[in-house]
């Protein structure tokens, strides 16, 4: 079955304990991204990568770091979480960033940040 | 500025009466506009792409058009099972790639 899993789904934590995201896609793709979803706002992309170690920033990109050392793991680094970071977070991976039809999103990861 | 503007934030209907949820934007170098549905504690799942203005497809009971400036959800009929939130993103070459920008959806509640 195609899909994009995350984990941990559920997290608390507290202000500037390192935490880190895990997403893996089973289907080859190429692009894979990162995006925050707060109430009112939409989703929001924060990072993005088009391939195996090459990542950019999106547009909302502060606190948080990426890496892509392998095709089908993108994990999302927040070095030292603070409270404006709490949010839904969802992980997306399609072909290509011109095939957006193909992008599925995991299942989100929600955050509190204390 | 892009941006991606849904109304209504939400929506009560009764089993069986139809509407329609719009979504409106401005963006320089439109690609498409995308329709998705997210249930509770779930990801967007992808709906319909639209790539120029006239353009319609169904799905269902869902129905979207497109127009220069517009796109609208239709709902023929609903049942309970479509409650969920209707998420519209317009895909934009913006900063030299692609990306897609969201509104901040609908809620929909379908009542018996």
């Known amino acids: 079955e195609a899909q994009v899993t995350q984990n941990p789904r559920y997290l608390i934590t507290v202000t500037g304990k390192k935490l880190t995201v895990t997403c893996s896609q089973n289907?080859?793709?190429?692009?894979m991204s990162w995006y925050r979803q707060d109430p009112g706002l939409g989703l929001r992309q924060i990072y993005y990568?088009?391939?195996?170690?090459?990542?950019d920033k999106g547009d909302v990109p502060e606190g948080y770091k990426v890496s892509r050392k392998e095709k089908r793991n993108f994990p999302l680094i927040l070095e030292s979480p603070s409270p404006n970071q709490t949010s839904l977070y969802f992980c997306?991976?399609?072909?290509?960033?011109?095939?957006?039809?193909?992008?599925?999103f995991g299942p989100g990861t929600r955050l509190l940040v204390l | 500025e892009d941006q991606v503007t849904q109304s209504p934030e939400a929506l009560r209907l009764q089993e069986g009466e139809s509407s329609s949820l719009n979504c409106s934007y401005t963006?320089?170098?439109?690609?498409?506009l995308f329709w998705y549905r997210q249930d509770p504690g779930k990801g967007p799942e992808f709906l319909f792409t639209?790539?120029?203005a006239g353009e319609e497809k169904e799905k269902e009971r869902l129905k979207a058009t497109l127009t220069k400036k517009e796109s609208f959800l239709h709902i023929t009929a609903p049942k309970p099972e479509d409650s969920a939130t209707y998420l519209c993103?317009?895909?934009?070459?913006?900063?030299?790639?692609?990306?897609?920008?969201f509104g901040a959806g609908t809620r929909l509640a379908v009542h018996p």
């Open positions: 289907m080859n793709h190429e692009y």
């Open positions: 997306a991976s399609s072909l290509s960033p011109l095939d957006l039809e193909t992008q599925y």
């Open positions: 993103a317009v895909q934009a070459l913006s900063g030299g790639y692609n990306k897609l920008i």
């Open positions: 639209l790539y120029s």
């Open positions: 990568s088009m391939n195996v170690e090459v990542t």
């Open positions: 963006v320089s170098g439109l690609r498409g």
